[in-house]
């Protein structure tokens, strides 16, 4: 079974789609896709790597809380995941990160600063899990 990401056109904001056999293999190409919104990681040498808890109730609060996660990061520290393996975890997700500064990676676009509740989607169909992702730049 497949995975993997693609970003969507979008008017104002940045959007993609992401898609895994797994739930944790769609949150691990969310990751990759968020990254891919605005910087290249190809060739890119992670210089740390984190761990990340995430607990939620439903699929879509784990989404948002990886997200949120990232964003965070981007913010206070400029880390930005380069590379990223999740797990399931009772309640929630494991998400190990490697990142690396975001002044190191060549920029394709404006960086992320919040996750767009509107049209979040996280959910198994058929044999896949999917999600839908806006974000505001």
């Known amino acids: 079974m497949s995975e993997g990401f693609r970003l969507l056109p979008h008017t104002a904001d940045v959007r993609f789609e992401a898609w895994g056999p797994t739930r944790e293999a769609c949150l691990a190409q969310a990751v990759r896709a968020f990254t891919a919104t605005f ?12 761990s990340v808890v995430l607990d939620a109730e439903q699929d879509e609060q784990l989404l948002l809380a990886a997200l949120d996660e990232l964003v965070f990061l981007l913010d206070t520290e400029d880390a930005v995941p380069v590379d990223v393996s999740a ?19 060549r920029s394709t676009g404006a960086a992320p600063k919040a996750v767009s509740l509107h049209g979040l989607q996280f959910s198994r169909e058929n044999d896949e899990w999917r999600c839908s992702v806006t974000l505001d730049v």
């Open 39 to 50: 910087a290249e990681v190809s060739g890119a040498h992670p210089d740390q790597r984190r």
């Open 87 to 105: 797990e399931r975890t009772d309640g929630g997700a494991l998400l190990q990160l490697w990142t690396t500064s975001v002044r190191v990676l």
